[in-house]
């Protein structure tokens, strides 16, 4: 086999075989499974459950591995805004060697509610890494509807 054909960038035509491929794959995978495992925090948003009942709205929000002093919940007119962070920091000594690790990790979420809600009727409770927000709805919703006539031309 000659020398040029060797050198990665030397070939100028390129052979597709079943281990390239099989490489390709495995190589996804990976980078697949690593990106989960090492950067769990910016590869998914916050995942929402919206459920409409006849005095409420229920949101319960997925928000595994944070506390209550870790979330903020706000209300900006009808915008409810769900933001969690948290900071770890990690350190470790043995013999020579030494390790210190910090990470740090946002997950920001923003619902916008059909009606304007009473921020002070608002419950919001964390169960094993499920927020629970109830969301009382308003006794007289005004609800403004106007007939638009459509014109010929």
Do not use: C, H, W
Not at 21 to 37: G, H, N, P, V
Not at 57 to 72: K, Y
Not at 147 to 152: L, T, V
């Amino acid at each position: 086999m000659p020398f040029k054909e060797l050198m990665p960038f030397g070939k100028k035509e390129k052979t597709l075989t079943p281990y390239n491929d099989l490489f390709t794959s495995f190589r996804k995978d990976l980078d697949y499974i690593l990106e989960k495992a090492f950067n769990p925090l910016n590869t998914a948003g916050i995942r929402l459950d919206v459920k409409n009942e006849e005095d409420q709205i229920i949101i319960s929000a997925e928000l595994p591995g944070f506390n209550e002093e870790d979330i903020s919940l706000s209300l900006d007119g009808n915008l409810l805004n769900i933001k969690a962070e948290r900071q770890e920091e990690k350190e470790e000594k043995e013999g020579e060697f030494y390790l210190k690790e910090r990470s740090v990790g946002a997950l920001i979420r923003s619902l916008q509610l059909p009606f304007q809600a009473e921020q002070n009727n608002i419950e919001a409770e964390l169960d094993q890494g499920i927020l629970k927000i109830r969301i009382p709805k308003p006794t007289a919703v005004q609800i403004q509807s106007k007939q638009i006539p459509i014109k010929k031309k």
